[in-house]
């Protein structure tokens, strides 16, 4: 009798952790705020809407805080966390210092909706959020966002700086770094895609249009010209020369014509195993969005925090 009961324990133990995991995977879901916060979506859309408006390149730095959050940790809001004594900020890492921007537009959205459903809407939340309209904004692609992420009250910038991808990197270290995340090569070269918006700081690519052998000889001469050898490490350039603020498949046919600005960009086009996946994209666009889109969904899924895990910040830059 003592065993069965024993035994009936057990499966009823089992019965409600695993009722408990289901609820806790059901937590990310896009309606997670109707009730306790219906004007969440709108008005973290507005703000973006005007902080792109004011300054066009704002687009891009709000999508790459997402990213750059969620390749740390998971997307937790720990790239938004200032030093403090328990917190090494990741805004310090080495690919993230002086070039990861965006974090007054979250502070003011986050103030903004403190005052409609205080203590309710998370940071890693209104990351995710503001990466789907910024996109919007400049006539990229759209994706519901899944919703229900809680704030971390750590930060790693020693992980920044091991699980960010690098300007730098060759084709083997992108796909190793996108892998660790759970992405595939599809997802890595569709992300890689957000580079049709945005610019890069003379750092990040003066080895390439010096040194690299895989360039356009015209790119490579007008991009020397705002980024002299010893000099002008913060000169910015943009990513698609072409159509650098609309958000669309150029980067991909620039590519293809060897006029990627970073060196990890071009690799993607070098005669490897990417090389088909971009000439696929720089012809249908549609394809690029669609895969953009599922990519940005599967990103926002890493490791998020949920139910009791961490906490939903009062002020992003802070742990409360």
Same mark, same amino acid.
């Given at each position: *009798?003592?065993?069965?009961?024993?035994?009936?324990?057990?499966?009823?133990?089992?019965?409600?952790?695993?009722?408990?995991?289901?609820?806790?995977?059901?937590?990310? +879901?896009?309606?997670?705020?109707?009730?306790?916060?219906?004007?969440?979506?709108?008005?973290?859309?507005?703000?973006?809407? +005007?902080?792109?408006?004011?300054?066009?390149?704002?687009?891009?730095?709000?999508?790459?805080?997402?990213?750059?959050?969620?390749?740390?940790?998971?997307?937790?809001?720990?790239?938004?966390?200032?030093?403090?004594?328990?917190?090494?900020?990741?805004?310090?890492?080495?690919?993230?210092?002086?070039?990861?921007?965006?974090?007054?537009?979250? @502070? #003011?959205?986050?103030?903004?909706?403190?005052?409609?459903?205080?203590?309710?809407?998370?940071?890693?939340?209104?990351?995710?959020?503001? #990466?789907?309209?910024?996109?919007?904004?400049?006539?990229?692609? *759209?994706?519901?966002?899944?919703?229900?992420?809680?704030?971390?009250? +750590?930060?790693?910038?020693?992980?920044?700086?091991? @699980?960010?991808?690098? =300007?730098?990197?060759?084709?083997?270290?992108?796909?190793?770094?996108?892998?660790?995340?759970?992405?595939?090569?599809? @997802?890595?070269?569709?992300?890689?895609?957000?580079?049709?918006?945005?610019?890069?700081?003379?750092?990040?690519?003066?080895?390439?249009?010096?040194?690299?052998?895989?360039?356009?000889?015209?790119?490579?001469?007008?991009?020397?010209?705002?980024?002299?050898?010893?000099?002008?490490?913060?000169?910015?350039?943009?990513?698609?020369?072409?159509?650098?603020?609309?958000?669309?498949?150029?980067?991909?046919?620039?590519?293809?014509?060897?006029?990627?600005?970073?060196?990890?960009?071009?690799?993607?086009?070098?005669?490897?195993?990417?090389? @088909?996946?971009?000439? #696929?994209?720089?012809?249908?666009? +549609? =394809?690029?969005?669609?895969?953009?889109?599922?990519?940005?969904?599967? *990103?926002?899924?890493?490791?998020?925090?949920?139910?009791?895990?961490?906490?939903?910040?009062?002020?992003?830059?802070?742990?409360?």
């Amino acid at each position: *009798m003592g065993s069965r009961v024993c035994v009936s324990c057990f499966v009823a133990i089992m019965l409600l952790l695993m009722a408990s995991a289901r609820q806790t995977d059901a937590q990310l +879901t896009s309606t997670f705020y109707d009730k306790s916060c219906p004007a969440a979506l709108s008005t973290i859309r507005k703000a973006v809407r +005007t902080a792109i408006a004011k300054e066009r390149r704002m687009a891009a730095s709000l999508i790459r805080l997402h990213f750059h959050d969620c390749f740390v940790q998971g997307c937790d809001a720990s790239v938004l966390l200032d030093d403090a004594p328990s917190i090494n900020s990741e805004k310090n890492a080495f690919q993230n210092f002086r070039s990861l921007r965006g974090f007054e537009v979250v @502070d #003011s959205i986050k103030a903004t909706v403190e005052k409609a459903c205080p203590g309710v809407v998370s940071c890693a939340d209104i990351l995710a959020v503001a #990466s789907r309209d910024a996109s919007e904004y400049v006539n990229g692609p *759209m994706w519901t966002v899944k919703l229900g992420r809680r704030d971390s009250i +750590t930060a790693s910038k020693d992980l920044a700086e091991a @699980d960010l991808p690098i =300007a730098f990197n060759d084709l083997d270290a992108q796909i190793s770094s996108f892998a660790k995340q759970g992405l595939s090569v599809r @997802d890595m070269v569709a992300l890689s895609g957000a580079h049709t918006i945005g610019q890069a700081q003379c750092a990040t690519f003066r080895g390439r249009v010096y040194n690299d052998t895989n360039i356009d000889a015209g790119f490579a001469r007008m991009r020397r010209r705002g980024c002299p050898v010893s000099d002008g490490n913060g000169n910015l350039a943009p990513l698609d020369l072409v159509t650098p603020n609309s958000f669309d498949n150029n980067y991909y046919k620039n590519l293809i014509q060897k006029k990627g600005l970073l060196h990890s960009d071009q690799v993607l086009f070098n005669g490897g195993s990417t090389d @088909d996946i971009v000439t #696929s994209y720089s012809k249908d666009k +549609t =394809a690029f969005y669609s895969d953009f889109a599922s990519a940005m969904v599967k *990103m926002g899924d890493i490791s998020p925090l949920t139910g009791s895990s961490g906490q939903i910040r009062k002020v992003c830059s802070v742990v409360n």
